[in-house]
C-alpha cells in the first residue's frame, strides 16, 4: 500500500502581501499590511462579512463582533459554529429562551441513563467522554444511537444503528411508546410546557414498527430506548453533528428536547441536554456576540433597549436588524453584496461544504484579509495575510466550555517571529479606520464585556481563578448560581415559574441529496480521534493511530464492489469527483459509507458535500450524500 504523508502546514510569522491574485506573496511590514487591509475594508465598507475565530479567547471574539459592528456599521459577523452547533442554539432557544447546554459535566457522573445521540464522543469529545465513563462505572446505562456502530457505541449497553437523517422518526416512536406506556410526565406536562395535545397527534402514527421499517432500528431496541429514558430517575441526552448537520437540523434538536419535556428529564441536577461543542471556544465565540443575531451575553439585535445600551457603551449606531451567517454571505459573495472579507482563524476553503463552489465564490471577493497561525488553503487566496498568536497557549484571556463554564487562558509560550495578537491586530486596523479602542491588556476587554452582559456580571478574573472556572449565568460577585438551567421549570408558584416551553412540532423530511441507482450509496462524514478539523493543526505529525483519508465501506460493499483494503477507487457525488483509498469497516452496515474531512489535500471530502442547509440555522447537511463507487482503470493506478 502507498505511505502517504499528511501535508505539514508553515507556520505564519510575519506579514504576506500581494497587489494581484496571480502574484506569488511577498514579505511586508506590518505598517505596510495593516494599511493595505485598511484601504481593502474601506472601500469595500457597504458589503463586508466577517468570521471569527471560535478557537480564540473570548475577548478577541468581543473585539471581532465590535470591530464588525462598530468600525464597519454591520452584523455580517459569524464563525464555524455555523457548521456545527447553530442548530442546537436555535433549537434551545426556542424551546427554552436560551441556547446553552442544560446541565454540567459532573452531573453525567451521577446520573441513571445516558443517550449519546449521533455523537461519536469518545473520539470527538475525549475529555468528557472521561466523565461518561465514570457515570457507567457509577451504574448509568448508556444508549449510542448512530448509523455506525462507533467506538463510543462499543462502551454502551445498546447501540441503536439508525439510516441517515432518521432521526426524527425515532424520536417520535420514542415519544409514542412513552406515551402509550402511560409513562409521560403529567404534572410537568401541564405545569411546564405547551402544545402537548398537538405533539401526541404528531407522534401518534409512529408505531414501533413504522419506526423499524423506517429507520432500520429493532422495534424491541426503540422500546427499551423509550422505557430505559423514562423510567429513569435522572437522565442525560447528550448529541452532536450526526443531529445538527441536516438540511433539518434544528428540527432534528427540537425532536430530541421534546423527549426531555416528555419525561422532566430537564432542569434539574443530573438531569438534562448536553449539546457538545466542538471547539475549545465555539461557545464563548457565540456568547461574546461573534453570530449575526445576538450582542454579546446572547442579548437580542432586535431589542431596542438592548441596542440602546451598547449604542451608548460603543457610542455608535447599531444595525437593527440580524446580519447575514457564514452561509448566508457565501450566497451574498455570488450575488456581489458581500465584497470583502475579514477572515480570522476559519478555513473555509476545506471546510465548507461543496468546497469548489465556496473557493469560487472567495477568488470573486474585491479584498480578503486572512489573519490566521498557519499558511492555510483560505489563506492562499487571500490579498494580504496576517500572522496571528494562537489562542492556545499564546495568548492571555478567557475560553467557554460547552458546559457554559468561563476559563482563564494564559500566555505560556513566545509566539514566534513577528506574530502578534488577534486583539492587537483588529485594534491597530480599527485605529487606521478612525476607531481608537485602548485596551491595556485582555482583563480589559474582558471587564468592558461584564459590564455589558448581565450573564457575565460576576465573572471578575479573580473570581474565575478562585473558583476555577465559573458557569454562566453569572450575575452576581457574590454568589454562584446552580450548575444546571432551567430549574425554573419545576417551580410550583406560576409566577416565579416563568415561560412554559413549547414542545416542537417536527416532521420527518428525508436527506435532500437522496440516493438512487446512479448515487447508490449514502456517504456520512465526520472525525477520527487522531486528526482536528481540516487537519492545519494537526497535519504532519506522525502518530500510529493515523492513516490518512480512506473511503470507509461496509465489508458487504466492499465485497459486491470486489474492492480491497488500500486499492483506490472513484469517489463521486453529483458536486464532485475524489480518488480515495478503500478501508473495509465492519462498523459500517451495507449502503453506508464513512469519510473524513481531516487530510483535504490528499482528499477533498467537502467537494462531494451538498451545500443544502438548515434554513433555521443555515448548518450545511455534512452528515448526508449519495455518492457512487467506482474502480480505477489498472493502467491509472499509481503506486
Ligand atoms: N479528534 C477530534 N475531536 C474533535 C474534532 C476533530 O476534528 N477531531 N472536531 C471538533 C468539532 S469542530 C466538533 S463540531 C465535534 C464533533 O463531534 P461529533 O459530532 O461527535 O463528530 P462527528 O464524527 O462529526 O459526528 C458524530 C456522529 O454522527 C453520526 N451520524 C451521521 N449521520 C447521522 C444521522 O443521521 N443520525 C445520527 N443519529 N447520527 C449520525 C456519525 O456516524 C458520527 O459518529 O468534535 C470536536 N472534537
Ligand atoms: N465534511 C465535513 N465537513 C465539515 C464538518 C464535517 O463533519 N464534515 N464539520 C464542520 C465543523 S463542525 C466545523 S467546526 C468546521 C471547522 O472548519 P474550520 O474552522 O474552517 O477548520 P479548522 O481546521 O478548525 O480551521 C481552524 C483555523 O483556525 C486557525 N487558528 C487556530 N487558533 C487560532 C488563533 O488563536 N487565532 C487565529 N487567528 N487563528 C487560529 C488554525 O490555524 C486553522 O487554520 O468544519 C466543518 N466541515
Ligand atoms: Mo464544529
Known sequence: MKKRQPKTYTRLTHPLVRDTRDEPFRRASWEEALDRVARGLQRNRDAFGMFACARATNEMNYVAQKFARVVMGTNNVDSCNRTCHAPSVAGLSAAFGSGGGTSSYEEIEHTDVIVMWGSNARFAHPIFFQHVLKGIRNGARMYAVDPRRTSTAEWAESWLGLNVGTDIPLAHAVAREIIHAGLANQAFIERATTGYEEYKKLVEPWTLSLAEKVTGVPARAIKELAHAYARAERAQLCWTLGITEHHNGTDNVRALINLSLLTGQVGRYGAGLQPLRGQNNVQGGGDMGAIPNRLPGFQDILDPDTRLKFESAWDTVIQPHYGLNLTEMFEAMEEGSVRAVYCIG???????A????????????????VQDIFLTKTAE????????????????GTTTSSERRVQRVRKAVTPPGEAREDIDIMCDIAARLGHDWKYADAEAVWNELRSLSPDHYGMTYDRLEEHQGIQWPCPSTEELEPTYLHSRLWEKDPQRRGMPAPFGIVRHDPPVDLTDEEYPIRLTTGRRLDSYNTGVQSGGFASPLRRGEYVELSPEDAERYGVVVGEEVQVSSR??????????????????????????????????????NCPIAGTAEFKASAIRIEKLPVATIVR
Open 346 to 352: 476559519e478555513n473555509p476553503a476545506q471546510s465548507e
Open 354 to 369: 461543496d468546497s469548489d463552489q465556496a473557493v469560487r465564490r472567495m477568488r470573486q471577493l474585491d479584498f480578503l484579509v
Open 381 to 396: 487566496l487571500a490579498d494580504v495575510i496576517l500572522p496571528a498568536t494562537a489562542g492556545w497557549a499564546e495568548t492571555d
Open 575 to 612: 458536486r464532485g469527483a475524489v480518488v480515495a483509498p478503500v478501508w473495509v469497516e465492519p462498523a459500517l452496515r451495507p449502503g453506508l459509507a464513512f469519510m473524513t474531512m481531516h487530510f483535504p489535500d490528499e482528499v477533498d471530502t467537502n467537494s462531494l458535500t451538498i451545500e443544502a
